[in-house]
Nanobody, 119 residues
Framework: QVQLVESGGALVQIGGSLRLSCVAS????????MYWYRQARGKQNEWVAT???????DHETSIKGRFTISRDNAKNTVYLQMNSLKTDDTAAYYC?????????????WGQGTQVTVSS
């Protein structure tokens, strides 16, 4: 089992920055991959970024250059640095982890943190 706790969401103005954190209940070095997703009101859940256990990253096209996923293994924490925020970035942001156990993939989600970008 992996528990994930997100934090860092807030109300911010257009052009502002936020850093979201996702703290895992176990070493993230043992977790196959970690992700950030977001869900705006009335819309489907949307993948934002991925970081794997070997440090590879990938970001959704519309946020490339503005958002950056990173991790701190010593703190069991994955971050999402968000710059140049737009109103379209308003959403609940969720952390997801995929763990490989005995050949099976187990997925875990956090409870989410709200980001609101105002004009």
């Amino acid at each position: 089992q992996v528990q994930l706790v997100e934090s860092g969401g807030a109300l911010v103005q257009i052009g502002g920055s936020l850093r979201l954190s996702c703290v895992a209940s176990k070493s993230i070095s043992d977790i196959y991959a970690m992700y950030w997703y977001r869900q705006a009101r009335g819309k489907q859940n949307e993948w934002v970024a991925t970081i794997t256990s070997d440090g590879r990253t990938d970001h959704e096209t519309s946020i490339k250059g503005r958002f950056t996923i990173s991790r701190d293994n010593a703190k069991n924490t994955v971050y999402l640095q968000m710059n140049s925020l737009k109103t379209d970035d308003t959403a609940a942001y969720y952390c997801r982890a995929i763990e490989k156990v005995d050949g099976r993939l187990n997925t875990y989600w956090g409870q989410g943190t709200q980001v609101t970008v105002s004009s």
